[in-house]
């Protein structure tokens, strides 16, 4: 590589470089030999001929762009949550789902839905049998757990300024969040998705950490502009309502009712 790199430096600095000019003391012989008298003939300098242009390198083949390399720099919303790392069904079906979304790229004005994205949850693609909720009861499902996933990652994409487009919350409360800030989903049934509203790309990124604890991100270029936000959680009469404020209006709500 470095025999190739010095190359292809000696290649670019020999096609770049100016002839160089007639040096001063054939100049100097020149206006002297014009100031002579008429019919004299004035000494000519030498004309000097450049090295022929060495032909052009081949230009190198592009790298190959690997899917999960972070090509933006900025993190414009992040979320970590806690879990259990004894509940090794449930942390089974985080970290597929997780693994689903890592990577992901939502194009300017498009929508990211959770569902379409990790797909169905069955035995045969690896999930388990954990812990759900049903009807505001506790019971056993495969795929159990994957609301943290879904939950999590709604939590940066309300940092981010994203678009919330679809958003249900549990019908109990879950343990890895606050109140009115989960996001249930389910196949077939209740779904998280969100809109891009930039004029950029931005990525999902995400980090399962076996020892407990899971972070979402939305990533984003590094000269990014976010604007100023807040996200505030108010309780009044059993519901619970998420507000976020973007330059100091209003541009979010959803509500969280409990059993």
Request: contains cysteine.
């Amino acid at each position: 590589m470095l025999e190739t790199a010095a190359l292809l430096l000696a290649l670019s600095v020999g096609t770049n470089a100016t002839p160089a000019a007639p040096v001063d003391s054939q100049t100097a012989i020149v206006e002297q030999a014009q100031q002579f008298t008429e019919g004299f003939v004035p000494y000519e300098a030498p004309v000097i001929e450049p090295d022929p242009e060495p032909e052009p390198a081949e230009p190198s083949k592009p790298a190959e762009t690997k899917p999960w390399v972070n090509p933006y720099g900025q993190t414009l919303g992040t979320c970590t949550t806690k879990f259990a790392a004894s509940n090794t069904n449930r942390n089974t079906n985080i970290q597929l789902a997780t693994k689903a979304c890592n990577g992901y790229v939502i194009q300017p004005g498009a929508t990211f839905s959770f569902n379409t994205v990790v797909g169905q949850r069955t035995k045969a693609r690896g999930y388990k049998e954990a812990g759900v909720y049903v009807n505001g009861q506790t019971d056993t499902g495969v795929g159990g757990g994957i609301c943290q996933v879904s939950s999590t990652l709604f939590n940066a994409a309300l940092e981010s300024n994203m678009t919330i487009v679809a958003r249900r919350a549990h019908s109990l409360p879950v343990s890895y969040l606050p109140r009115g800030r989960d996001a249930t989903v389910s196949w077939g049934g209740p779904e998280f998705k969100f809109k891009n509203p930039y004029d950029f790309p931005v990525m999902i990124g995400t980090y399962y950490n076996k020892g407990g604890s899971l972070t979402m991100a939305i990533l984003g270029p590094a000269d990014a502009k976010i604007a100023k936000h807040t996200i505030k959680v108010t309780q009044k009469n059993g519901v619970y309502t998420l507000t976020r404020t973007v330059n100091g209006k209003v541009n979010y709500t959803t509500t969280s009712k409990y059993n």
